[in-house]
Structure formats: structure tokens, C-alpha cells
């Protein structure tokens, strides 16, 4: 019973020490990608960021969705050098990317006083498409991140066995779909109402669509689709939890 509690005390130590350092990690990311952003938004948009976006070269352009990919791969890999389950190696990535984006905006707020509201549009990706959205959006994706991790998190260091379920898994998937298909929905209708879906693939120069999209101004956020998926989301948070935690009891 004794060394049970100790294996305990430093189980739960050792998550501790590993959240702390994780925070640290990506709260130091976001700040470096507010910093790359604010850069940008100096030599692009000096009188201050808004629609339609300014246009720039083809090799800026492909630098930045590499950029974007690069991110994803970093807060992809310490979750999975920190994470000693599958399980909890996809929970530490959720945590890592929540965080990192709740400080994005944070420091966008601290360094540049942008944005002026939560219903301020900001174009979040660009891969594979253009993501667009309120603020809030991305937000209340990223909480319900975190929240979904630290529940995962907590159990798992309460048994190394915790897993997500195929229910939950679908549930999770489901409404991460739904989620990305609100955040592509406006700019992917302004395409649409110049160029069919089958158009677009036959078009020989991305110029042409490059050109279009520097026009595109933000109409409405389809917040049906996102809350949707958000429901969705915390459904399959609560029943991972329930189910879960009347195990650990």
C-alpha cells in the first residue's frame, strides 16, 4: 500500500512537471507566432489588418503554409515525445494546440490591441483551403480542447489502460468535421460563386484563383455548422469522462 501511494505521488509529480513544461513550450510558440503575424501585418497591412487580404508573392505565400505546417508538426511532436500512451500522446497535442492558440490571440491583444472583438474576422489557415472565422470561433474550439485533454490526461495518470472509445472517437471526428467545414464555409461559397467545383480543377494557372482570393471579404460565419460540432465535441467529452471515471472509482 505504502509504495502504491508513493508510485502515486510520483506519477502525479511527473505529469505535473511535463504540463509545466509543455505550457511553457507552447505559451513560448504562440508568442513567436504572434510575433511572425504582427511582423507581416506591419509590411502588409500598415494601416492595420482587415479584408480583403493583401496580396503578396508566390514564394511569401508558399513560405507561409509551410510555416503553418511546420507548426503542426511541432505541436504534434511533443506530444508524442511526452505522451506515454497513444492516448495520452493525442491529449498532450490537443493541450499543446489549445493553449498555443488561446496565447496567440492573447499576445495579438497585449502587443497590438487586435482584435477589437471576439467577432472580429481573422483568417486562421490555409491549408488545404482558406479558413475564416470570428475570433471566438477558433477560441471555443481550442477550450474544448483543453478541457478534453486534461480529462484525458488526468485519468490516464490515473490508469495507463484509459482509452477513447470508438463511439467517442467518431463522436470526436464527427464534430471536428463539422467544425472545419464552418470555418471554410464563407470563403469556400465565395469561390463557388465564381467558379463551379469541377471548374476549378481544370483551371491551368493557380493565379487565376490567387487573384480571385485577394478579393474575398467575409460575409457570415456559419455558426449552425460549428455549434454542431461543438455539441458534438462535448457530448463525446462527457461520455469519455462518465464512462472513465466510473472506472477509476
Given at each position: 500500500?505504502?509504495?502504491?501511494?508513493?508510485m502515486n505521488i510520483s506519477s502525479n509529480s511527473n505529469i505535473q512537471i511535463r504540463l509545466v513544461w509543455l505550457t511553457a513550450f507552447v505559451i513560448a510558440m504562440g508568442f513567436l507566432e504572434t510575433s511572425v503575424v504582427v511582423y507581416m501585418r506591419e509590411l502588409l497591412y500598415p494601416h492595420g489588418?482587415?479584408?480583403?487580404?493583401?496580396?503578396?508573392n508566390n514564394k511569401l505565400a508558399t513560405i507561409e503554409i509551410l510555416r503553418e505546417a511546420a507548426t503542426l508538426i511541432m505541436l504534434i511532436a511533443v506530444g508524442m515525445i511526452m505522451g506515454r500512451t497513444r492516448t495520452e500522446k493525442f491529449a498532450l497535442f490537443l493541450y499543446g494546440f489549445g493553449i498555443w492558440d488561446v496565447f496567440y490571440y492573447i499576445f495579438l491583444?497585449?502587443?497590438?490591441?487586435w482584435p477589437d472583438s471576439l467577432q472580429t474576422w481573422d483568417i486562421l489557415f490555409l491549408i488545404p483551403v482558406t479558413w475564416t472565422s470570428p475570433v471566438l470561433a477558433p477560441l471555443m474550439s481550442s477550450l474544448s480542447m483543453v478541457i478534453l485533454s486534461l480529462c484525458v490526461i488526468y485519468l490516464t495518470n490515473l490508469d495507463l489502460t484509459i482509452f477513447i472509445s470508438r463511439l467517442e472517437w467518431i463522436l470526436l471526428s464527427t464534430g471536428a468535421c463539422f467544425q472545419f467545414i464552418a470555418f471554410i464555409w464563407d470563403y469556400s461559397q465565395f469561390i463557388l460563386s465564381h467558379y463551379s467545383f469541377g471548374r476549378i480543377w481544370s483551371i491551368q494557372s493557380r493565379d487565376v484563383l490567387y487573384s480571385l482570393s485577394i478579393q474575398y471579404i467575409p460575409k457570415s460565419f456559419n455558426w449552425g455548422i460549428f455549434l454542431v460540432g461543438e455539441f458534438l465535441l462535448l457530448i463525446s467529452i462527457y461520455l469519455f469522462c462518465r464512462r472513465n471515471f466510473r472506472k477509476s472509482v
Open positions: 500500500m505504502y509504495l502504491k501511494e508513493n489588418f482587415a479584408f480583403p487580404l493583401a496580396p503578396i491583444k497585449l502587443l497590438i490591441n
